[in-house]
């Protein structure tokens, strides 16, 4: 199957990529720079002069994946234009790129942080709230277009590689330089999902949305059995580990706005279950 897939420089839409080569998949990465590095197996295809029509309309992909975003956990003024250009605008062109081709079939990423309190809309922060943005634009392309799309909202996610900075790779630096960390007080629950798991609901999510008809739109959640409270992941972390890691639990205060439990109102892609046990997946020998 031809897939057009955006974001492969990122964490998540890289591992994506490489999933969906090694399933055979002919796969096209959309880049914002020279890329040739990345992947043997993968078409590059530069960015450049608002020429998005024309990569898809000479891809002409059975399927569209959109994984790009830029995520701003807080916001300043000077953010509003680069998060609305990015998680908004670009997308936007991407989707009437496809109407002009004749390409209907759209796999859209959000994330659980449209559901704050587990509500239907209730965004956590702006990043959230222009992903919502996004899919209320997709419904317009659903309802007129004959477009068929399936939005995966991802919870929190890591793995082998992860240079995010997010809470694993914390971790991993407390525990190689034995340094000490004030953070919060440690009671809000994070749903981690890893990243092999994230990419087969991708593939899975593929198969799916080439089933529907036009008009279908869902979204579904990729979360996992369990959600943990960072106090009890820091201790899951060192005994997967054998080490110690030195917390200082409520050196700050919490964010505003901090997800205290995830959301628990998604459904979860059918089809798909996480298989990667945490405690393995948090060792640091089989994430290297």
Known sequence: ???????????????????????????????????????????????????????????????????ASLFLAAHQYSDIEKLIESNITFPTKLLDAMDCAGVTHFINTGTSWQHYDSEPYNPVNLYAATKQSFEDIIKYYVEAKGFSCLTLKIYDSYGPGDTRGKLVSLFDRLAENQESLDMSPGEQHI???????????????????????????????????????????????????NCDIHINWGGREYRPREVMKPAGNLERLPGWEPSVELSFGLNRVNRK
């Open 1 to 67: 199957m031809k897939i057009l897939l955006t974001g492969v420089t990122g964490y998540i839409g890289n591992a994506v990529m490489h999933h969906l080569a090694k399933q055979g998949h002919d796969v096209h990465g959309l880049v914002r720079k020279e890329a040739v590095s990345i992947s043997d197996s993968v078409h590059y295809h530069l960015l450049e002069n608002d020429n998005i029509r024309d990569i898809v309309s000479a891809v002409k992909p059975d399927v569209v994946v959109h994984i």
């Open 191 to 241: 749903d981690l999902v890893h990243i092999s798991d994230i990419c087969n609901a991708y593939n899975i999510a593929i198969q799916m949305i080439m089933k529907q008809q036009p008009g279908y739109q869902a979204n579904y959640g990729l979360h996992s059995n369990k959600s943990y409270s960072l106090k009890e992941l820091a201790a899951i972390y060192e005994r997967s580990n």
